[in-house]
């Protein structure tokens, strides 16, 4: 046999390889294997704990003659093999059935001859539908799905939301035995629920890449790790409903605005607003994605909902290839509409951004400055920070100060306090020159 030649005797993969293809497939596989185990066996913990026993036959298995052709059909197939010998095990031993039973009586009470494959697109869908709950806080359903549906471990998630890890598992199991507890069934709701849960998935897969984008704790400006996660929700959730077009939105706006991550810092890590970004950084290829999605939802001829209208309003930027070419009188109006369909403080907090790039900083001033009396906006750092930039824009320094000392204060990422102590130092500094080095009481 040459050097060239094909070795006949191929050897399984190292075992440090191989950990690292099994952590990739778990977090793709994974969700795909619980959402066909929840099918057969109707119980969350059931499903999870066998697709668990699926991962270590694999590794046992692998190691010893290598990764299979197609590792995810694999799993599959085993998974079902597993969830075939639960059962009769279940139907000879009644023990472990009563368990389980007392939590889906109804979904359990089929035979295995009754057990079919069924779609996986809708087997995924009613995970999802099932982790992202309305029965459930908000902060249950971003943890269930990162696990569930990204794969993630309990320690990744509780990284991810910079908590406890102890914290984190306790909210997972809480969130499983409310599930539980109101009998909440794995599958698809009806066509009469399904629009209005698609709406509270959609907000989870958001909620996520916000936090990812404008991280509200720590020391880092964003979380690239969950903005991936996000992306890779958002990409899921739409191939699952190609149809719908606010979910096409939601996938346009989230790869639009992640397509600025890698400009969004400079070289010691300090945040870059938007209008100093270095736009030949931005990600092309995420861009060109994002329009496509939103040439689709024309093409669908659906109705513009909020994720639709941000996306549009995310592709201004996009097509501007420097900060002057942005049509500011457009995301204006674009707002404008927003505003009238989904009306809220922060969609006005960012109306009077807007404004006040197409218009003037005083025009924008008339818009945020209503906003301090609105009582959900207490303690938001985010517009004592636009409020601030409006009144230095405006001339007013000293005003600008006490906006940015306010705004530094109320934020708990560290990297944001420091961006907004430095630009009060700036305007005291601005505001000292203009007085002639005199003192002032807004200082």
Known sequence: MTAHDPDPFPRPPSED??????????????????????????????????????????????????????????????????????????????????????????????????????????????????????????????????????????????????????????????????LAAAKVRFELPPESERHARLDAVREVVYLVFNEGYSATSGDQWFRGDLCAEALRLGRMLAALTPLDTETLGLLALIELQASRLR??????????LLLDQDRRRWDRLLIRRGLAHLDRIEQLGGTVGPYALQAAIAACHARATTPEETDWERITALYDGLAAINPSPVVELNRGVAAAQAFGPRVGLDIVLPLFDVPSMTGYHLIDAVAGDLWCRSGEHGRAREHFLRAASMTGNEVERRTMQRRAAECAARHRVENGGAGSSSQ
């Open 17 to 178: 390889a191989l950990d690292q293809r099994l952590a990739a497939l778990w977090r793709v596989e994974s969700p795909r294997v619980i959402a066909r185990l929840m099918r057969q066996v109707g119980d969350l913990d059931t499903a999870e704990e066998l697709a668990q026993d699926v991962f270590v036959a694999a590794i046992e298995r692998w190691r010893a003659e290598g990764v299979p052709d197609n590792p995810g059909a694999w799993l599959t197939t085993t998974a079902r093999y597993l969830a075939i010998d639960r059962i009769r095990r279940r139907d000879t031993g009644r023990g472990k059935y009563q368990l389980v039973a007392a939590s889906q009586p109804q979904t359990l009470e089929h035979s295995i001859d009754e057990i079919v494959d069924g779609d996986l697109a809708d087997d995924l869908l009613g995970l999802i539908f099932m982790a992202c709950h309305p029965i459930l806080s908000p902060d249950a359903r971003s943890a269930l799905t990162l696990k569930l549906v990204c794969g993630l471990g309990t320690d990744d998630v509780a990284r991810a939301f910079l908590a406890p890890a102890p914290t984190i598992a306790q909210r997972i199991v809480r969130a499983k035995r409310t």
């Open 263 to 272: 400009a969004r810092t400079g070289p010691d890590g300090e945040p870059v």
